[in-house]
């Protein structure tokens, strides 16, 4: 599809329509693009991108964030100017919150920030190293810690005979850093294991 | 915070107090400035170190790190004596005319009803910190506030201590700098002008951060700065999720919505409910306690079970950070789960944090990036083959890699909206936990050691856990099954579950969740109403019944967060109180939360005492000029001798800590950031001008810092933010410390957290970052 | 806010320029858009505008979501409008040669005498462009003065403009349009068809094209169609040229073209972006969207 002299449409601002350009004599002569001039509009490339918005995970005040992502990869991100609190505006950790996420390599491309955690990994009693597992095993092996543990050192009673139903030879430290709905699942997996020694950073 | 961020715009003076707003919420700067272009607010900075909030403050001054409660004493005793309290606000709605027994007195440095317990501290009998009542057990009052017993004549006795001279003289800030800050602040204590204190941990991290904010809090009450817009006791709070993890139980002395722990004492259901208070909101905790049960254990918990209130685990002692690694060191605990958290390096004296993880059978970290938690055995020094503990490192997905929501410092729950997928193997911590708690359950199927709790435990989330199926069930449902609008609605009869009473209301429908809401004022006092969702009901200045006169005028008509029109309640806000009556009867009842109705100026719920006394942090310079305790004496010590001594020529400098703008808390998402690196790409700690030169020092040179419990080597920066203070006529110098590195990530570093103290706040633990001793010398 | 409206003319030709650069054969259509904008920056200081509503009635309007010319109305000179109308039609045929005679002789029509223009001037109070054009047909106007019913149109709302842009600029100067969230103009109701995103904030600002009043609309929801599920709105670039944008909804199917000036790195005049952009609106069509309904667009 050639961008015709009579399919040239409106032009919004000056309300000239395509049809008008015609009637006034002033359309364009070629078919019209960007840039360097004529394309055939089939033959321009678009991408498309979505825009979500998110939270700052960093401090206290809770700065909205727009993310874009393209092909289902973050792009960019910058300050959400719809947030009542920060109205587009972040600070210096806010605005380099990209880089968390991707960094770039010698050939200027992005690429997952090869910090990042991506796989499971245990370190076996007296090791030197890490070794790769996968989830399955991992879940399985920490339950059977977990429940060897606890079978172990779960007080039913205490000694006035009070029930107490507590192993306090397990502990959980949850986070700041993770969500409500995180926090919530955490200390009730800790309640339903009898974990009195459940804590987390706000009290540091 | 009682206010919120925005609100700051709406106040006449802003006392930064123990946080530096510029550098560590950044953002919220503009509010300030907002207030100060539009009405020509105030902006006071009282910090040990010239922050760059400081300087574009309209007033700066010095406190030495520890005598906060010494400061605002002296200005809680300016307003005091000066007579520049807000009288009909102090009358009404405080218990400033409740009368207080007899028996109770103040000695040198402690209250009636003192004991003698371990390590030369001390222990409390409260019976004298109380009402005096009548027969019905109703309290004594004399609204003349003349009778010496009365909480204000009491509270005027013992503020007259804090002169200025004395003030001075413990807190190294000169007294005409102090008169400046105490003239400028206790302006707002006139109706329609407001105040607002926002203070971090800077107040917090002390072993008495509790009565550094009770003193803030009393300061403010006397101003008539509580419930109004433009006031309030704002905590800046440091991480982005702290606030919600509170509220949602993640602490091991409460459950969800602050509900305290079941304890040995208690014995069972009717003996937790017991302790639930007599009179205020509080008396609906059972409801708020059968709905949480319900919403965990489901047709499992009825009231012939007393709703399964036995499967919860009885509290039989302090099990918090510092107790709990305490316990770690001495064997008891074995196994121990550590969700994007960094002890290793954020912990107090943090290098213990990595010795005690050595004790454990098994440790399980979660986290984006390696931190040195997991890597404890990596760690310089440390020899692998002799390391028995087992570590799984879980790889964590990022924020934006996951749904769901957190809960800003104003009690703004706002949702994140997942943007992409997960990197590798990396699952959101809900999936994680959810996974976990299947396994476990699984394990149990086949038997186990009182297995009830966990596979009666309602759990039901999907395959893979789905954040809004969580949401829901703490948002939880009404006796009809629909999703509760609020929490008015719970009962205690098992017809309705909530998993956290606080959160009802912030996702209330699934068409229209108001925690996804996104609209923002463009008319009003900056309530954002429909932004968000705030707890508690979407409320956004709490206590708002104090905004307006007891006929329910508003103290400043230009910002009436409520006000009563002759006939009905109007609203800015969602009111803090019955709006269905005529003011006259909620005059005297503006505080919903405590018994009383009231505000305490005077309090028996804090352990030290009922008012704020100053005491020297754990390590001091000077002995106590106030009186022969030196220090908090119900903290409990932890590692007795762990402490330098008062005055020690070994470690003769005040050591404080703080943070950087361009990077975050332990360091673990900043420092494996290049762009924030390249910005701020190695540790140092900073010294004044005299100092350099006594130690013989310049700008990047390599310097040791040692304290009693460790040593670290760092650059140092030279700089004139931080000078010498003058401490009962004697110069103390102060070295202030970033705490952000560790031996993992991109860049690395000391930890200037190896050096502190494990000491902590008598009713809250949190350890004393904030004031230490120690010594800095060149390197070679 | 900063506002963009009127512009000057040298920035205009600035601007005009970079596009000229990529693409020449936007150049007589520019010489049309600039040869009106200076006849109507010309005569804004002529047009004496006054508003009689005070902030608070403003306020009231705004607030309950209408705009102000939905029942007030806005007093056009008609002398005035004559000459402005004659001058328009004059740089347009010098700009255009190919522009037909007749244009010339429009302001002198007897259609636009005195007597008749206040009713034309009352049918254009209905603010719709095919309303107007019947108008002109029923009347034969455009037979009557061999003109085009488009062309008239066209004329006559590009003559209309500065009468508006003069009551808008005093409208806003008692009140700003901040509490305003509609996908039409809080002044004279036509809806916006293109929006920036503003270079200082990144908020999204609709921009009206007849009194050019600029507001801001979140940037999360259609403005069409209030849709506010973040799944069902996205937005494409033609590769290369990130910051020239087609927001699209997926519920109403409409879409905005959008110029995001924080990627630019500078504000740029969107009637200039709008006749530069016309092949997004092409594309646009091609992945199957509309432009907004209501909107003075058609072709």
């Known amino acids: ?204 | ?780 | 806010m900063e506002y963009y409206y009127p512009p000057s003319m040298d920035r205009v030709t600035k601007e005009v320029e970079f596009h000229l650069e990529k693409n020449k054969n936007l150049a007589q259509i520019f010489e049309v858009y600039k040869g009106i904008l200076a006849v109507q920056l010309d005569c804004l200081d002529k047009i004496k505008a006054s508003v009689i509503l005070s902030e608070k009635e403003l306020k009231e309007y705004f607030r309950n979501k209408k705009f102000l010319m939905s029942d007030q109305k806005l007093e056009i000179e008609s002398k005035l409008f004559r000459e402005i109308l004659g001058s328009i039609c004059k740089a347009i045929k010098k700009a255009s040669p190919e522009a037909p005679e007749s244009l010339l002789k429009l302001s002198e029509a007897e259609e636009l005498d005195e007597e008749n223009i206040q009713e034309l001037l009352q049918k254009i109070a209905l603010y719709n462009k095919q309303e107007l054009e019947y108008f002109i047909e029923e009347k034969e106007i455009d037979k009557k003065t061999e003109l085009n019913s488009e062309i008239i149109a066209f004329v006559i709302f590009m003559s209309l403009s500065p009468f508006y842009s003069a009551n808008m600029k005093e409208v806003r100067e008692k009140v700003d349009f901040s509490s305003w969230r509609q996908s039409y103009c809080p002044v004279c109701g036509q809806t916006a068809v293109i929006a920036k995103h503003r270079s200082e904030d990144g908020a999204r600002v609709l921009e009206c094209w007849l009194c050019h009043a600029e507001w801001v609309y979140p940037r999360m929801e259609c403005p069409y169609c209030n849709n506010s599920d973040q799944k069902k709105l996205r937005f494409f670039y033609v590769t290369g040229d990130k910051a020239r944008q087609v927001h699209v909804c997926e519920k109403c199917k409409r879409y905005l073209k959008t110029i995001d000036s924080k990627i630019m790195e500078k504000d740029v005049l969107l009637d200039i972006e709008a006749i530069a952009t016309s092949y997004l609106d092409e594309l646009a069509k091609r992945e199957g969207y509309k432009p907004p309904k209501g909107a003075v667009v058609l072709n």
């Open chain 1, 1 to 204: 599809m050639k961008i015709s002299r009579r399919s040239f449409l409106w032009i919004s601002g000056a309300a000239i329509t395509g049809s008008l350009a015609l009637k006034l004599g002033c359309a364009p002569k070629q078919p019209t693009t960007e840039p360097g001039g004529p394309v055939d509009v089939e033959d321009l490339r678009i991408q498309y991108a979505e825009t979500t918005t998110a939270i700052c995970p960093i401090c206290g005040v809770g700065c909205g964030i727009l993310v874009y992502t393209e092909n289902g990869k973050i792009v960019a991100t910058e300050g959400d100017p719809d947030h009542p609190i920060n109205e587009g505006a972040l600070c210096s950790k806010g605005s380099a919150l990209f880089n968390m996420y991707y960094t770039y390599n010698e050939k200027g491309e992005a690429v997952p920030n090869p910090q990042r955690m991506t796989k499971v990994l245990y370190r076996a009693p007296k090791s030197k190293d890490w070794e790769v597992k996968d989830w399955d095993w991992a879940l399985t092996t920490i339950a059977e810690r977990v429940k060897k543990t606890r079978d172990e050192y779960f007080q039913e009673k205490n000694k006035d005979g009070v029930t107490v139903n507590r192993c306090t030879a397990l502990a959980w430290l949850g986070s700041a850093m993770c969500n409500n709905e995180e926090n919530y699942l955490f200390q009730k997996f800790c309640r339903s294991l009898g974990i009195t020694n459940v804590d987390h950073c706000a009290r540091l």
């Open chain 2, 1 to 780: 915070m009682t206010n919120h961020w925005i609100d700051y715009k709406n106040s006449d003076v802003i006392m930064n107090f123990g946080g530096n707003t510029a550098e560590n919420h950044p953002i919220s700067m503009k509010w300030i400035q907002k207030a100060r272009e539009e009405r020509g607010a105030k902006l006071i900075v009282v910090d040990p170190r010239v922050t760059r909030t400081a300087a574009v403050a309209d007033l700066y001054a010095p406190i030495r790190p520890g005598t906060n409660i010494a400061f605002l004493s002296g200005l809680i005793n300016y307003a005091l004596e000066n007579e520049l309290y807000h009288k009909e606000y102090v009358l009404n709605y405080t218990n400033a005319s409740s009368l207080i027994d007899p028996g109770f007195g103040f000695n040198d440095g402690l209250f009636t009803g003192s004991k003698a317990a371990e390590n030369g501290q001390y222990t409390y009998d409260k019976a004298t910190w109380a009402y005096q009542t009548d027969a019905e057990g109703k309290t004594l009052k004399d609204e003349t506030l003349q009778d010496p017993n009365c909480v204000f004549q009491l509270m005027k006795k013992h503020y007259s201590r804090y002169d200025v001279k004395t003030v001075s003289e413990i807190t190294g800030c000169p007294e005409d700098k102090f008169r400046e800050v105490a003239e400028l602040f206790c302006s707002t204590g006139k109706a329609g002008k407001a105040g607002s204190i926002l203070y971090a941990m800077g107040v917090t991290q002390f072993t008495h951060g509790s009565q550094n904010v009770r003193s803030v809090a009393i300061l403010q009450l006397l101003l008539g700065n509580i419930g109004i817009a433009g006031g309030g006791v704002n905590a800046q709070r440091g991480q982005s999720n702290v606030q919600g993890a509170c509220d949602v139980g993640q602490l091991y002395h409460i459950l969800t919505g602050y509900m305290p722990m079941p304890k040995d004492a208690e014995k069972d259901f009717a003996g937790y409910n017991a302790t639930t208070p007599k009179s205020g909101y509080w008396t609906n905790r059972p409801k708020f306690l059968v709905s949480m049960l319900k919403a965990w254990y489901g047709n499992k918990a009825t009231s012939d079970n007393d709703f399964c209130f036995d499967y919860l685990p009885k509290l039989d002692k302090d099990r918090s950070h510092v107790a709990m690694y305490k316990y770690m060191a001495q064997g008891e605990i074995k196994g121990m789960f550590c969700f994007a958290d960094n002890p290793a390096v954020g912990g107090p004296t943090a290098y213990r944090k990595r010795e005690y993880a050595k004790k454990l059978d098994w440790l399980v970290v979660a986290d984006i990036f390696e931190n040195e938690t997991a890597a404890f055995w990596k760690a310089p020094g440390e020899n692998p083959e002799e390391i028995d503990t087992e570590v799984f490192l879980l790889p964590a997905a990022l924020h934006f890699e996951k749904d769901g929501t957190i809960t800003n410092s104003g009690r703004w729950i706002q949702w994140r909206y997942k943007a992409q997928e997960p990197l590798g193997d990396a699952k959101p911590d809900l999936w994680i936990v959810d996974r976990l708690f299947k396994a476990v359950r699984k394990a149990y199927e086949a038997g186990g050691k009182f297995p009830d709790p966990i596979l009666d435990m309602v759990w039901d989330y999907g395959d893979d856990a789905d954040a809004v199926k969580v949401a829901m069930e703490i948002n939880g449902y009404d006796a009809a099954g629909a999703l509760v609008e609020n929490f008015t609605k719970l009962a205690d009869d098992g017809s309705t579950s909530c998993g956290s009473w606080i959160y009802a209301g912030y996702y209330n429908n699934e068409s229209d969740p108001p925690c996804k809401r996104r609209e923002k004022e463009t008319e009003g006092i900056g309530s954002n109403s429909k932004w968000a969702f705030a707890w508690p009901v979407n409320r956004r200045i709490v206590y708002n019944r104090c905004s307006c006169d007891p006929e329910g005028k508003p103290w400043n008509p230009e910002l009436p967060v409520l006000w009563w029109d002759g006939s009905e309640w109007k609203r800015n806000d969602v009111p803090d109180f019955n709006a269905t009556v005529p003011p006259a009867d909620t005059a005297q009842k503006p505080f919903i939360m405590t018994p009383e109705l009231q505000a305490r100026l005077f309090s028996s719920s804090m352990a030290e005492g009922p008012f704020p006394e100053h005491y020297e942090p754990w390590e001091s310079p000077v002995a106590n000029k106030m009186s022969k305790i030196q220090f908090n004496p119900v903290s409990k010590v932890w590692y007795p001798g762990d402490n330098a001594e008062v005055g020690s020529s070994e470690f003769p400098y005040i050591a404080t800590s703080y943070r950087l703008t361009e990077h975050y808390q332990s360091g673990i998402m900043t420092r494996n950031m290049p762009w924030l690196n390249e910005v701020m790409p190695e540790m140092f700690v900073e010294i004044s001008p005299s100092l350099a030169g006594k130690i013989g020092v310049k700008s990047g040179d390599k310097v040791i810092v040692e304290s009693k419990r460790a040593q670290m080597e760092c650059k140092v920066a030279v700089t004139p933010r931080l000078k010498p203070l003058k401490v009962n006529g004697e110069e103390k110098e102060i070295v202030g410390m970033f705490f952000h590195w560790g031996f993992m990530g991109l860049s690395k570093g000391a930890s200037a957290n190896d050096l502190i103290p494990s000491i902590g706040d008598a009713n809250t633990t949190i350890p004393e970052y904030k004031a230490f001793l120690c010594n800095i010398r060149r390197v070679g």
